[in-house]
């Protein structure tokens, strides 16, 4: 006897979703806390909703974050769990963050974040995007804002609402991203690759030994990229990073992408530091 298909249960009810309090705000839409019943089991989540009344290229780019964290399954990544789209609005449902960006975590205990956990934010991180590049996935939007913690602070990768499958890429729509993280080739020829998010994350490592602080605090945008691209220049690391911190972020920082390490041998190198100096 024919049985009827059932609804594959990445596509979910907006029945089994509750939406509990307000986390934080999309491009398109609220974050929530919220509760997912599936089987009779509830689980806390965090839904990214999308409004009604958002263009249709603003709701492809949500089904395209969707389809690409589908593939994901990493403890440095956030794990999406389902959408909902029988309803609005639109909802991306996925692993709770509830440690807030990693950014907001090193303002708020500014000058009291011991070396080690800076270090094990970087690992972390690091074996998340080396999880990525072996998949093939381009972020395109590294930075300490994109990264989030859960509630006992491990380091989950974030907002893939840029990324690409592609090994490179141009994008000529460049007006929208922070000039700051980027590197000399996409600030100069829009050109993406993993690489490129090497550089970026060599920008994080900045922000988190700095406390939060602003990348190039001294700059605006357009004097960043000058001096990126006419003067070669570079940011100083803070005094206190360790030298093997400091020598890999300034390979993150090579002018040429071929000269970055790639992120496997960063994690592997974090990895090492981090064993060196606070064991296993
Ligand atoms: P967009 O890329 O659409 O602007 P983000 O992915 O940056 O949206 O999410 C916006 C905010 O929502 C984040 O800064 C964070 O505060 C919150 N948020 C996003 N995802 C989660 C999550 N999985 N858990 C907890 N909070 C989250």
């Given at each position: ?118 270090l094990r934010f970087v690992l972390e991180a690091s ?79 900045y922000e988190i030994y700095s406390d939060g602080g ?63 100096e606070h064991g296993d």
């Open positions: 006897l024919l049985k009827p298909i059932d609804r594959p249960p990445w596509i979910l009810n907006h029945d089994s979703i509750k939406t509990i309090k307000k986390l934080g705000e999309g491009a398109f839409g609220e974050v929530y806390m919220a509760e997912l019943t599936t089987d009779k089991v509830s689980i806390p989540v965090a839904v990214k909703t999308m409004r009604e009344e958002v263009s249709r290229d603003s709701r492809l780019k949500f089904m395209k974050e969707a389809r690409i964290m589908r593939k994901f399954h990493h403890q440095h990544v956030v794990q999406i769990l389902g959408i909902a789209v029988h309803e609005h609005p639109l909802m991306l449902v996925m692993e709770l963050c509830l440690g807030g960006s990693v950014l907001s975590y090193m303002r708020k205990h500014k000058g009291k974040t011991t070396l080690e956990t800076k074996s998340g995007l080396a999880y990525l590049e072996e998949k093939s996935c381009i972020h395109r939007d590294i930075a300490a804002r994109n990264c989030l913690l859960t509630e006992k602070h491990a380091v989950k990768i974030s907002d893939f609402g840029m990324s690409d499958e592609r090994k490179t890429l141009t994008d000529e729509r460049l007006d929208k991203v922070p000039v700051k993280w980027l590197a000399p080739e996409t600030m100069q020829n829009k050109i993406y690759s993993s690489k490129t998010d090497v550089w970026s994350f060599g920008v994080m490592a602003e990348p190039y605090p001294t700059l605006t945008n357009i004097q960043t990229r000058a001096k990126i691209i006419v003067q070669n220049y570079r940011m100083e690391m803070p005094k206190d990073v360790p030298p093997a911190v400091v020598t890999l972020v300034s390979e993150c920082w090579a002018k040429e992408p071929e000269n970055r390490p790639p992120f496997s041998k960063i994690h592997e190198r974090l990895l090492s530091e981090y064993k060196k």
